[in-house]
């Protein structure tokens, strides 16, 4: 368990439609980043979150967005789904910094847009 | 795009013996990481090592880095069943906050 936790679950939503996920990084942790794992692949990062200003971003479209709360917990919304959307999204914790560089991950959010 | 290559993707072996798994990247890095996933779920930290480290240890775990070939290599030894998982490296450039990028994985299964 490395206490970063993650809402929902599961996730079935159709194209067009938005949709919001949660992240609740680990206690002490003041980074938060979000990376999209579509099916047997390995992790696309999207965008990262120190001390709630985005520090940093992937290559993904605007209709990708997020946000840090003053407790460094982190919301990342989905505008106009489409179906290559459908990926398991997964939020990380850390420290950041020099010496501080791993990463704790979540237990994902799997999205299906159909 | 994906920075790290994963070599071999798939590695079935037998209890007990040594998994090796290969990794190259493309571009300078700070340090190298190694995670493991289960099924799909949340990525597991294993180990990490920097750019001016040649080799670390953690347990059955030893992994090694040769920054002039840009690549990695992740050792298990004595395998178990329960080492069954997807293996990623993920390499971190040091620029903006500690962005990962990750390599497509090496799926390992060790047969009881």
């Known amino acids: 368990e490395t206490g970063v936790t993650q809402s929902p679950t599961h996730l079935i939503k159709t194209r067009g439609q938005q949709v919001t996920l949660r992240c609740s990084s680990q206690s002490g942790h003041n980074t938060v980043s979000w990376y999209q794992q579509a099916l047997g692949q390995g992790p696309q990062f999207i965008f990262q979150y120190y001390r709630e200003e985005e520090n940093g971003r992937g290559n993904f479209p605007p209709r990708f967005s997020g946000l840090q709360f003053p407790n460094y917990s982190s919301e990342l919304n989905v505008n106009a789904l489409e179906l290559d959307d459908s990926a398991l999204y997964l939020c990380a914790s850390s420290l950041g910094g020099r010496g501080a560089e791993t990463q704790y991950f979540g237990p994902g959010t799997r999205l299906l847009v159909l | 795009s994906q920075q790290g290559e994963e070599d071999p993707q798939a590695l079935s072996i037998q209890e007990g013996e040594n998994a090796t798994m290969n990794c190259s990247y493309k571009t300078s890095i700070n340090n190298l990481q190694w995670y493991r996933q289960n099924s799909g779920r949340g990525l597991v930290h294993l180990i990490l090592i920097r750019s001016n480290e040649r080799e670390k240890h953690s347990g059955r775990l030893r992994v090694t880095l040769d920054t002039s070939k840009k690549s990695s290599s992740l050792l298990i030894t004595a395998s178990r069943a329960a080492d069954t998982a997807s293996y990623f490296c993920?390499?971190?450039?040091?620029?903006?906050?500690?962005?990962?990028?990750f390599g497509g994985g090496t799926r390992l299964m060790v047969k009881p």
């Open positions: 993920a390499t971190d450039d040091g620029n903006a906050g500690n962005m990962l990028t």
